[in-house]
């Protein structure tokens, strides 16, 4: 994944992707999923940013996602890895799970880190037309039904994205701001 990042603008929409360290799949478990969404919930109630469109993949997220100006895209994304890297380590520790620690713990390379979760970066664009951003809704939401993940038979079937919300009118597991209402 290359790590470019648009020049900021707070009156647009971005795609953002970002990925667990090594594309391992350490986002595989319902309580890891969870613990990834309630923290996207958690920053779209605090209005860090807004939230539009999600899917939480066994190793990499997509979000659709629109920052305040005193908030850019950038710390949006590094304050949420930080976040969720502290809530999956004690996840983990809480669990005695020790092969993921020193899998993690491996991973680690500044000095002060004491474990890895997430890739360095993420990668950014800009949503410029509204062609785009349904181009990217279908993606994000048909991601799960893709052969090489196979995680469900329908995008509204996997409960950890916003599909339900946009194709069956159904509440999604965490709320999103209805970005319909911006396409013309």
Sequence with gaps: ????????????????????????HIFQRDVVRRLLADSLDCISLRKLFTLYVFVIMPNHIHLIIQS?????????????????????IRQYQAEGNREALDFLSARACSSGQKYKVWED???AKNV?????LRQKMTYIHNNPCQPRWNLASGPAEYMWSSARFYLTDQPSIIPV????????
């Design 1 to 24: 994944m290359t790590n470019w990042r648009p020049d900021f603008n707070p009156g647009h929409l971005y795609f953002v992707t970002t990925k667990a360290v090594d594309y391992r």
């Design 68 to 88: 305040p100006p005193d908030n850019p895209v950038a710390d949006v994304i590094r304050d949420y890895k930080k976040h969720t890297a502290d809530r999956l």
């Design 177 to 184: 701001k209805n970005v319909k209402k911006l396409m013309i």
């Design 128 to 132: 410029f037309s509204t062609e785009f």
């Design 121 to 123: 970066g993420y990668n």
